[in-house]
């Protein structure tokens, strides 16, 4: 059978990227208490593709997925990226995979205990100079605004807000050095008013309107406060910190974002 | 050419809809201040097809809205719905077209101005029983919540809301009853703890900051403030209230909803 | 601490539902081949809320979920719905749990194995009338349009698109009637041209190629076939059929709609 | 009245951006055929903040959209970017405005005539080292698969892709140099199978449908004809390119990316 991707390609140009996008897929990630969790990744995994060839095989991304069996961990990840470039004949390669991640979190006064989601990414590359690991964490927040408190009579508008922490570790011998979710997410909600929780009795709730009422927060002040956390960890080679609070009196959101350290490759 | 659409079709069934979705659109609506106002809307448009007809004609769906100009409104809706029944010779039909409609507000102490966005649709339906008509505005509000304000020593938890009002005026000799966009917009922001702003200087800050603390409205609440007004107006034959906050504690919604009258054709 | 929730409301209007809305949780599902699946749902869960109660408590929605341990299944159900009453001294109740659920399909030819997703859905109610469940299942497809193949000398436009097919169960004295997802996705994948798979090497590329030429379906033709599956069979007392194709000619979808039998409680 | 945001913050980090997002208003933009074309952006508005500050007055980026009447054009980016550095007194400013835009498109044989909708993009950033502007189209295709087409008796998958091309102008003393939207969408179709209309009837169908099988193209096909393209424009100083086909035969996408020139500041 013609494997027409084989010809040859006159154009003489080299393509960045050529993958997979959208694919949804059990995967397995490390958790801090557990061990291991399972979950559902989004996933995009690409190759570069010399300007010689007319097209990659797409099917071999998923044989890679499947012969790993979808572990995506920051030790195992070189590992597939090694075997990804092996198997599509690349010289660099790259997986991003976006999952939801749950850990369980105890209400601050009653103890009740329940699951919080956190929207969390894995993006691996491999290329000549070497490979590049980031770790993405995005965290809801409760943030109370220090205008609306300083200005008003009573009362202070606050709101659902987003801390998303992206987060390149140094890379040391065994790999990239070891960052737990947990730890970006301890940063998050450090940098906010409050925590979120997905149970709350009415105890907790009385705690935690007080909580963020004692500590309001700009989004310029959560931003700064999440970025001075990374800039001093010395695991961590280059971050960004973006936050964006969804605004209780306006219909859109003020967001904030500095980056630091190496963010590309 | 053949034309496969009008051929026979032995399974004996009818379809109740088939037609286009997630057309992208510039349309015409009606404004109460400017008189008109343009847009831009997702339609879905179709039509029933009986059960002795292969399929129907999708692009008579796009020549009838390119004849009325894409003018979606209360008046000119009844002609376009007779006129598709004549296009693609159906006994019903159905336009439903979602758009986002811009109302200049001004903020409540400086007075300053800017367009407040507002989620609307339009579902128009005609069959042999007669002609339903629906209007559907989506409003953002601030809410506070009114245990966190009587439980804790000081400030209490709000965030954004969406107010959802569908409502089915009756119909009279010249068609549907006519309810205005910014009627609905008013109940809905009246149900709230405050309204929302694109603009706010600090003095407006200040106000609904207060203004939401003076008002607690649970979800509860809003849902049954908005359906007691929509109940009693003699212009609404049905309508559904939909009430979601945006918990700014948790990381899910809290949800409320209420239907009355004549919600189906 | 004042219970606010539990307080008396004049203004004499039941409210359908109340609730929590996009609350992300693992869940358990029945699997036909395994057993159990864990997977990741988006919940909403409520009660009515009679006239003379200001509010529901929004915390045992969730107390209730982990009772049950997130297992979601047509056995269980009952069991969690009538929990939630008694937790919420509510006369009915309703769940909608939406999850991706995989299946591993082996390639038509090659026999490559991989996981392909399908977008479900459990709604289940409870009401003084009896209890109602819904499954919905939602299956990616290939179609390949009759008119283009007809009219052309060659080729013919093909795309991807969705049969999501509602069924509601007979219920019997053990509850509802087994359905399993993995049968309404055969049906569904039987409609339209061909099946679609996460897997391909190229022998089975060639093979679905052909069976999409040598089957081509309108959208109309796809939402009848289906409806008919599920018209004759005997565990089915209501469905609705909805079929969408993301022409790959347009920028918009075509799209059809069947229901028959009971679709409401 | 205190002026919180003009208080001293002794961190000592600056912030890369600080702003509104998701502001959802009407613009104005060029129109090659009509001069003007109204239409709605999604907004994000950003300034940087000195370390010595501690917040930004938001409000003021409403205020100076409204000053420019909502105009976003090449020619009037520059001077929107000059205000918001006056009035936030800021050293660099960042707009990004994404819109759908319409073109009135006539069917290939039938010179049927309806509007197509495509999502466009300007990204206008002002720093110390100078202006920078960014023209992002995205574009809906017909692809059809070369391998299917080779290996396959008869037939050949084909799928709705997009194109999206980030095109970056060279500087000139007179701002950007002028590259129109209209431009990119026929790079863009002309790297793809067949482009993709609004409304055909069944000679057109017939027409696209043969003129996707003749020219079959891999996403890495179309990546490269439209980067050869830009590649030698001299109008343009730095591009990306970025193609996924929504697979048939897939639950999942195929895409490629090239980029060349100058991408960032």
């Known amino acids: 059978m013609l494997d027409i991707q084989r010809q040859a390609d006159d154009r003489r140009l080299d393509i960045d990227q050529v993958g997979v996008s959208d694919l949804r897929y059990p995967i397995t990630v490390w958790d801090k208490t557990h061990g291991r969790q399972e979950t559902i ?3 995009t995994m690409s190759v570069c593709l010399p300007r010689h060839f007319k097209g990659t095989h797409m099917s071999r991304f998923i044989e890679a997925l499947n012969a790993h069996r979808g ?3 920051m030790r195992t ?3 597939m990226l090694h075997d990804l470039k092996a198997r599509l004949e690349a010289k660099t390669t790259r997986v991003e995979a976006r999952f939801p991640y749950f850990i369980e979190r105890a209400a601050p006064i009653s103890g009740a205990k329940a699951l919080m989601d956190y929207d969390c990414a894995f993006i691996a590359e ?3 100079e070497g490979d590049a690991f980031t770790l993405s964490v995005r965290v809801p927040v ?3 605004c220090p205008c609306s408190k300083a200005i008003s009579d009573y009362g202070a508008h606050n709101q659902r807000g987003h801390v998303t922490l992206d987060v390149r570790p140094v890379e040391g011998e065994g790999g ?4 737990w979710i947990e730890e970006l997410i301890e940063i998050a909600e450090a940098s906010a008013s409050a925590p979120v929780y997905a149970l709350l009795k009415r105890p907790d709730e009385r705690h935690v309107t007080m909580q963020a ?5 700009f989004v310029e002040d ?3 406060e999440a970025a001075a956390r990374l800039k001093v960890d010395p695991r961590v080679a280059g971050f960004r910190v973006h936050v964006v609070n969804h605004e209780s009196i306006h219909n859109h959101g003020a967001f904030a974002q500095i980056s630091g350290g190496v963010t590309t490759l």
């Open 71 to 73: 572990e995506i961990t």
């Open 213 to 217: 009422y004692d500590n309001p927060a």
């Open 126 to 128: 491999s290329r000549a």
């Open 77 to 79: 990840l070189p590992a």
């Open 142 to 144: 409760t943030s109370l």
């Open 41 to 43: 990744a989004s996933l």
């Open 176 to 179: 990239p050095a070891l960052i």
């Open 222 to 224: 959560m931003v700064r």
